[in-house]
């Protein structure tokens, strides 16, 4: 991970690496059996290079706390690993280029046992799927990965009515991977 972290830290694959302080590579527990990924830094990440630092990561924090998981149990990253100006959605050319110079081979190198998707860019990104709504809450099968999808955390700032779906979610993922509720097989 440390060689991967590298060639994040000190990438230029596309115009992102013009503007940022920061690339953000994911961090966490690299044994961990959940990978958790959004779309890209925010400020707070920029600043800092680390994911989920800002606002919304203090939600999820406080969502995985609340569901039985400590932070440095996981393994949190990004589909982009540096700030888009202005907080923008990252375009496709930055997705395919971040997407298959790090984040692939940060899953490959991982082997999670499962994939939570954070959000529709991660979602369009991961899985080539639109319409959050239809794939929230379910867990997809692509092999090599299953995939839970939810929202992103930055979504219930915006929507305070999904703070409790994203929250309750969370803890299903929780139970999914502790093998407290059904195994992942029953939701292939």
Do not use: W
């Amino acid at each position: 991970m440390e060689s991967i972290s590298k060639q994040v830290v000190n990438c230029l694959l596309c115009d992102l690496a013009k503007s940022r302080i920061n690339a953000v590579p994911g961090n966490g527990d690299i044994k961990s059996k959940v990978v958790f990924v959004g779309e890209a830094p925010g400020k707070n990440e920029d600043e800092t290079g680390v994911p989920f630092v800002g606002s919304a990561g203090k939600i999820l924090e406080k969502a995985l706390r609340e569901a039985g998981f400590d932070r440095k149990e996981v393994y949190i990253t990004n589909v982009v690993k540096c700030r888009p100006p202005n907080n923008r959605i990252p375009n496709e050319f930055e997705i395919e280029t971040c997407t298959s110079a790090h984040l692939k081979v940060e899953l490959q190198v991982l082997s999670p046992k499962i994939v939570c998707i954070l959000g529709a860019t991660a979602l369009k990104s991961l899985l080539g799927l639109g319409h959050m709504t239809l794939y929230r809450g379910k867990i997809i099968t692509r092999p090599p990965y299953r995939y839970f999808v939810t929202y992103h955390p930055a979504a219930t700032i915006y929507n305070n009515k999904l703070k409790e779906t994203f929250d309750s979610d969370i803890k299903r993922l929780y139970s999914l991977i502790k093998g407290e509720n059904k195994t992942l097989n029953d939701f292939a």
